[in-house]
């Protein structure tokens, strides 16, 4: 039994239960779910939540020393201060927290090329990618965990979560799968077309992968890391579950990891809002606070981030918006094209 009483199936209803393919659906079943996040406030558990907020911060701090080694590894005859590295993280984990498609990353590449002297924008983004290596193999442990429960939906049952955007590419996995194909060779493409000098740019790119071949560098200076900061999201995820009621576990914790996983590949919605609260849903459908769970965990991280970006954009780089690095950054990336072409 938990600890917090009879677990009571939520209500059945189009904002809960039901699938939902379209946008309008999406957000009303978001909405639903922030007015009853609203309205249980005063039952929190306000001290398992700041805990949990707290581990959460610690996990990106951690993250961010990995990306630092990355970056350092490559540029070893450069100046590479972590605060810059995680001042950069956090802006860009900001942005993609409150806007869709990624835009965060455009704001991150920007601010930690702008921070190192004499790097390039092909370094530095294939030095920043290292760190998707040991998180992709984490994930992928999590996920098996995950559809070995039998609580989290397998891939073929996606089209029928309560989400527009993971139910439609769920529903047209040819599509998809060609989707994925031509934004991978576009990325590349793009990159190297912006520059004449192609060799050159491939020699960057594998500047950028410098710590990849040192193992044992490689595991010292960024798995280690990256693992300690897996520890302390999952600690984060067992603390929040705690305070919204739902019962922090072993099991409840890797469950909300791996939905983390998944709605880190579907871009659309702030954070991936939608997809999680899709499979949340399913997955704690037996839970009343469910729905409070769902969008509420997301509504305290990305305050939490919305902050910690926000006042390292002011502090350290001196920017007043989110708006402004991302337009700045778009633009020094097309001057500096200009230029070397």
Same mark, same amino acid.
């Given at each position: ?39 249980? /406030? ?8 700041? /805990? ?104 073929p049952n996606f ?21 994925l194909t031509v ?129 390292? /954009? ?13 337009a700045r950054g ?12």
């Amino acid at each position: 039994m938990s600890p917090y009483g009879t677990l009571t199936a939520a209500p059945r209803s189009r904002a809960v239960g039901d699938a939902c393919t379209s946008v309008a659906c999406t957000v009303e079943k978001l909405a639903t779910s922030a007015g009853d996040f609203f309205s249980r /406030l005063a039952s929190l558990s306000w001290t398992s939540l700041l /805990l949990g907020l707290a581990l959460y911060g610690l996990y990106l701090l951690l993250r961010s020393r990995a990306l630092w080694a990355a970056l350092h590894a490559a540029y070893p005859d450069e100046t590479v201060r972590w605060r810059d590295v995680w001042g950069a993280y956090m802006v860009g984990y900001a942005i993609n927290g409150v806007f869709p498609l990624g835009g965060g990353n455009i704001a991150q590449l920007f601010l930690t090329r702008t921070a190192i002297a004499e790097s390039s924008y092909p370094t530095v983004a294939a030095a920043l990618s290292t760190g998707v290596i040991f998180d992709w193999f984490v994930g992928l442990v999590i996920m098996g965990f995950a559809f070995t429960q039998g609580v989290f939906p397998k891939p073929p049952n996606f089209a029928t979560l309560g989400s527009f955007d993971i139910s439609f590419f769920a529903s047209h996995m040819r599509f998809t799968l060609f989707l994925l194909t031509v934004v991978a060779v576009a990325f590349m493409v793009s990159f190297a077309l912006l520059s004449t000098r192609v060799r050159e740019f491939w020699a960057r790119v594998r500047q950028g992968f410098t710590i990849l071949r040192d193992r044992r560098r490689y595991v010292r200076e960024m798995c280690t890391w990256q693992a300690a900061g897996w520890v302390a999201r999952f600690a984060s995820y067992w603390a929040l579950l705690d305070a919204f009621h739902i019962g922090g576990s072993l099991r409840n914790a890797l469950l909300v990891l791996a939905v983390q996983v998944v709605a880190s590949v579907f871009p659309f919605t702030p954070g991936g809002l939608g997809v999680q609260q899709a499979l949340l849903l399913q997955i704690f459908a037996g839970s009343q606070f469910v729905a409070a769970f769902s969008v509420g965990q997301q509504i305290a991280t990305t305050v939490l981030t919305s902050f910690l970006g926000f006042a390292a /954009l002011i502090a350290i780089f001196r920017f007043r918006s989110f708006r402004e690095v991302i337009a700045r950054g778009r633009e020094h990336r097309r001057n500096e094209a200009a230029v070397s072409g």
